[in-house]
């Protein structure tokens, strides 16, 4: 199964940021016991490359990709610590290329049909589109994808169970980021069970709309 396919099948990827690495892992096992093996892991903090490995390694079955990736040099250190996907938050021409010269799956932001000309030029297929909610929603999405066909889009930003029918329930739309089961506050207290009964939920709620 494709990375693609993967993001398809779970529906939603939990877009997560550690401040320590040691929340990594009761991270993770909470997220898999829930049905989501995947995460993507925010390059905001300091802590998000060793999270990366400790995820990767402990739960080599996890599709784990590294988020707010802004430099090259952040899309070798994810790479290396054992990311299978990139995502940036805006489309950098530089690190899309980088990626796809070295085969490193790269999901870029695009809010703008220009953006997503260029992405079509590359020969993506799914882009992201962030910040969701406020750059328009499910509306401005379906608005801008008509003319391209081909592509796919990870909204991110603003999504939670209240909104996720309206962005799932559309073709254009392949899987969407999603934090409001992964929150800073819920792993700070160490909450892992209330993490892995939201992911339960968020499961269910992506069968319940895809059927």
């Not at 199964?1 to 779970?10: D, G, L, P, S, W």
């Not at 903090?45 to 995820?55: F, Q, V």
């Not at 379906?142 to 003319?147: H, V």
């Not at 929150?183 to 892995?196: L, Y």
């Given at each position: 199964?494709?990375?693609?396919?993967?993001?398809?099948?779970?529906g939603?990827?939990p877009?997560?940021?550690?401040?320590?690495?040691?929340?990594?892992?009761?991270?993770?096992?909470?997220?898999?016991?829930?049905?989501?093996?995947?995460?993507?892991?925010?390059?905001?903090?300091?802590?998000?490359?060793?999270?990366?490995?400790?995820?990767?390694?402990?739960?080599?079955?996890?599709?784990?990709?590294?988020?707010?990736?802004?430099?090259?040099?952040?899309?070798?250190?994810?790479?290396?610590?054992?990311?299978?996907?990139?995502?940036?938050?805006?489309?950098?021409?530089?690190?899309?290329?980088?990626?796809?010269?070295?085969n490193?799956?790269?999901?870029?932001?695009?809010?703008?049909?220009?953006?997503?000309?260029?992405?079509?030029?590359?020969?993506?297929?799914?882009?992201?589109?962030?910040?969701?909610?406020?750059?328009?929603?499910?509306?401005?999405i379906?608005?801008?994808?008509?003319?391209y066909?081909?592509?796919?889009?990870?909204?991110?930003?603003?999504?939670?169970?209240?909104?996720l029918a309206?962005?799932?329930?559309?073709?254009?739309?392949?899987?969407?980021?999603?934090?409001?089961?992964v929150?800073?506050?819920?792993?700070?207290?160490?909450?892992?069970?209330?993490?892995?009964?939201?992911?339960?939920?968020?499961?269910?709620?992506?069968?319940e709309?895809?059927?």
């Open positions: 199964m494709t990375i693609n396919e993967q993001f398809k099948e779970y939603v990827v877009v997560v940021v550690l401040n320590d690495a040691k929340d990594a892992l009761p991270l993770a096992k909470a997220l898999v016991e829930g049905g989501l093996a995947c995460a993507e892991v925010t390059f905001r903090t300091d802590a998000a490359e060793e999270s990366i490995r400790l995820m990767s390694e402990a739960y080599p079955e996890m599709l784990v990709g590294a988020g707010t990736v802004l430099t090259i040099d952040q899309v070798n250190r994810a790479v290396k610590a054992g990311a299978k996907f990139i995502v940036s938050p805006g489309f950098d021409p530089e690190i899309v290329d980088y990626c796809l010269e070295n490193i799956p790269v999901l870029p932001g695009c809010i703008t049909p220009s953006e997503v000309a260029q992405a079509v030029k590359r020969g993506l297929k799914v882009v992201k589109f962030f910040p969701a909610e406020q750059a328009g929603g499910i509306a401005m379906k608005a801008m994808a008509a003319p066909t081909m592509v796919k889009f990870m909204p991110t930003g603003g999504i939670n169970t209240k909104n309206d962005y799932l329930s559309c073709d254009k739309i392949l899987c969407c980021g999603g934090s409001w089961m929150k800073g506050d819920m792993i700070k207290a160490g909450e892992f069970d209330k993490i892995t009964a939201m992911t339960k939920e968020a499961v269910a709620k992506v069968k709309i895809r059927g």
